[in-house]
């Protein structure tokens, strides 16, 4: 099934959309611009990522029930298990269910600066507490070049495995731009037994000096053609979006090509390029949208 041409995957093609909880009336305004925007190529669900240790879970929560309310759609709240007990877990999932909540992106999240201790709790643990409350529909992160505290890339292979076997049915994989990579890993995956669905995780770069810092904190390599690419584009947003919307397109492309049917975007609220990379993989609205 491999080698396929693009216009042979179009109608098959799912995706799913991920939003931050906005900081400001303005960038409120933004999100639910983005929302309407994209609500039409009915993803197969959008999540709404929780900030570990930011206390702001409520945020998460309202945004969700919004997005159920205002579009009908599939609405995952990131959970994150580093700053809870098992006790709060459990009655934040309890809690979930009860408002019609089915599906969770469930992590660990990152440990607060200066911890050295082992947490007591890994995102595999936070799928068995979910499973353990009620038969949610379960996501978990994935690192095609292996998170930057794992040991070694087998361990941490070997840690998506055990989320998967906790009961996880699809994994989303960290961004990345080496999309060989991204192929080495699903089959390394598959190798080892994981028969879920890995969803490369389509970050489109328009703030190329963040993407650096984010980069270096999360061990994904930024190749030198994307230095090349974004060189001198530091005063000019319009060009460097023509640019982001070119390499995450291309990217989609082969990885359509490579048997890929779910693509997973990191929106950062904005929709337009997310937009137009879905229409070029034939997701197209339901309805025409209001523009
Ligand atoms: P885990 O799967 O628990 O792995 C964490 C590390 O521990 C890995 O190195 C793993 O190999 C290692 N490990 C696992 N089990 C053990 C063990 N028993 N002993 C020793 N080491 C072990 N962060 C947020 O705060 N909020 C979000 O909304 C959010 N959304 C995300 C969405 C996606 C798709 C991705 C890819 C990441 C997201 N993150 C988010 C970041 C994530 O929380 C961090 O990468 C975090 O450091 C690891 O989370 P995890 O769920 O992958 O953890």
């Not at 906005?22 to 999100?31: A, F, I, N």
């Not at 039409?40 to 309202?62: I, K, M």
């Not at 969770?104 to 995102?123: C, M, N, Q, S």
Request: aromatic share 8%.
């Amino acid at each position: 099934a491999i080698n396929r041409n693009l216009h042979d995957v179009q109608g098959k093609t799912k995706v799913s959309f991920e939003f931050f909880p906005p900081k400001t009336e303005q960038m409120e305004q933004t999100l639910w611009q983005s929302i309407e925007r994209l609500a039409p190529l009915t993803p197969s669900f959008v999540s709404v990522t929780y900030g570990a240790n930011s206390g702001e879970r409520d945020r998460t929560h309202d945004i969700i029930k919004s997005i159920k309310q205002r579009t009908g759609l599939i609405a995952a709240p990131h959970l994150t298990c580093v700053d809870a007990s098992v006790e709060e877990l459990k009655q934040i999932a309890r809690d979930y269910w009860d408002n019609g909540i089915r599906h969770i992106v469930a992590l660990r999240g990152d440990l607060p600066a200066g911890t050295t201790e082992k947490p007591a709790l890994y995102a595999a643990d936070l799928v068995e507490i979910l499973r353990s409350v009620a038969d949610f529909d379960i996501s978990v992160a994935a690192y095609p070049e292996v998170h930057p505290e794992a040991p070694n890339a087998q361990f941490d292979l070997l840690n998506l495995k055990r989320k998967v076997d906790a009961g996880a049915s699809r994994a989303i994989t960290q961004f990345f731009f080496d999309v060989e990579k991204f192929l080495r890993y699903r089959d390394r995956c598959a190798a080892v037994g994981i028969d879920v669905d890995i969803i490369p995780g389509i970050l489109p770069v328009t703030n190329f000096k963040q993407l650096l810092k984010f980069a270096a904190l999360t061990n994904v390599a930024v190749p030198g053609w994307m230095h090349n690419a974004y060189e001198g584009l530091e005063q000019d947003a319009t060009t460097r979006n023509l640019v982001a919307a070119n390499i995450a397109m291309e990217m989609v492309k082969v990885l359509s090509r490579e048997g890929v049917e779910h693509f997973h975007f990191y929106t950062l609220n904005r929709s337009e390029l997310s937009y137009a990379i879905c229409h070029l993989l034939g997701v197209r609205p339901i309805a025409q949208p209001q523009v």
